[in-house]
């Protein structure tokens, strides 16, 4: 037995070098002196990660991205803690029904959506690319924001709320007072996730970009047609830290046990 | 208060989804129905009798299915070994899961152009130590495609393999080998069985992710189309809208008709009941 646990060591091993390999891979290229990428590089330069603050666009659209990210963020908090407060707490006719509309942003193709979203929040209601990047950015999060919160929620004692109701406190008071500072940690986790979906998302943006209005993810899939240097292998490795704070972050607050539940 | 307050919290979230994506999704559905005003299948017609389309079709399923079955012989053993370490190694090895997967799927695509371009590392390797002769042409081929997509997936069926793993009683393995059944006899018996729910869900993932991904295929595929990219293209770049709400709801379809039916087997196959 000991000899099989040996083996499936060494197989899971082989499995993470796989997953990891091709991310320390490009981190190295990015050093690389010339212009082209290579590994190993051939010596080491800083000269792709001052190009990044060269190229205007890649400034422009990382301003783009934080904004439509944050901005589409506070709408999804706004719209989406009353609904996960209304699922979580009450038992009414219709909740499945709701639940299944809540989610369904995750279920759609990404893509398909993007291009609906295009036809229609574009075409048919004439909103601007950017008022239509941000909305679809909105509705990409608003699941996610749901799910995180929600499941927040499932842990919190609603005991705890009747309590204070009992004792005079007003709904509304009741609610800022006792409920979210109980799910603080809930709620920015869920931020942290919605950010990083949309921050990431290739799918929608492709669709709602235009002349003077692109995301970063964007401009880089742009950047990789036309050049091959490594730009874009610099880019990745900001982008990486990000993650990993943010990921870091994430487990602080609720664990990483969020991404294993299905 | 209780019914209209419930409303209230309800109805800001439902009427923003309803405009912004209920509303654009289904008049995509029903437009696929219209043209020049009058009631047509035309477009479904065209899809299902063009060679090309077929060809597209035929290619995504394939990528999606090797890709599926792949992520789950690879992630099925790895997600057995972690469920059974320490808290402390458990943590670690999720959380270098995780991580890709919160990782920009561009830059995961753009990875492996590194390595597996025609003077990729792949090649320059296999060269230097003699293997073969001449590059091999992987970049832009459906392996490719595969080659990323496991990347992006993996991921994802391990952490959920791990899930379900983790909440398998290991009292129930002592108890089957007690009983005399070997390890491996109590692994397929006890584990495999109780993972299956878990399995099903983690593939459905993986597959229905695999058929509608758009930034792998469009990075690491080159001129190979999927169905995805054949959107897209057919959508900003030929402009032809009809054809690509059609293509668009051939997707949805086909999506809910896997979850459908993988979820229905998830259910009856659950041991639980």
Known sequence: MQEKNRGLALFTSLVFLFLLGPLIIISFTSFEPGSVLKFPPEGFSWRWYENIFEVEMFMTTFKTSMFVSLLGNLLALLLGIPAAYALSRFDFRGKGILNGIFISPVLIPGIVMGFAMLKYVIVVYHLPIYAGLLVGHTVLMLPFIIRVIASSLSNFDFAIEEAALSLGAGRLETFFKVVLPNIRSGIIAAIL??????????????????????????????YVENNFDPTIAAISVLLMILTAILMFIIERLMGLSYFTKR | MRKTGLYLLLLPGVLFLTLFMVIPIVMTIASTFYQDGSFTIQGYLQFLTDAYFLKIMLTTLQVSLVTTIACVLIGFPAAYYISKLGPRKKGILLALAIFPLLTSSVVRSFSWMIILGKKGLLNSSLLAIGLIDKPLEILYTPTAMMIGLIHLFLPLIIITLVGVMENIDPDLLKAAESLGASKLTAFWKVIVPLSVPGLIIGSILVFVGSLTAYTTPALLGGKQRVISTFLYQNAITLNDWHLASVIATIMIVITFVVIYFMNKLATKLNPKG
Request: charged content about 5%; aromatic content about 10%.
């Open chain 1, 193 to 222: 996730i919605a950010f990083l979906e949309s921050f990431n998302n290739v799918d929608i943006s492709v669709f709602m970009t235009g002349p003077g209005v692109s995301t970063l993810p964007i401009q880089m899939l742009t």
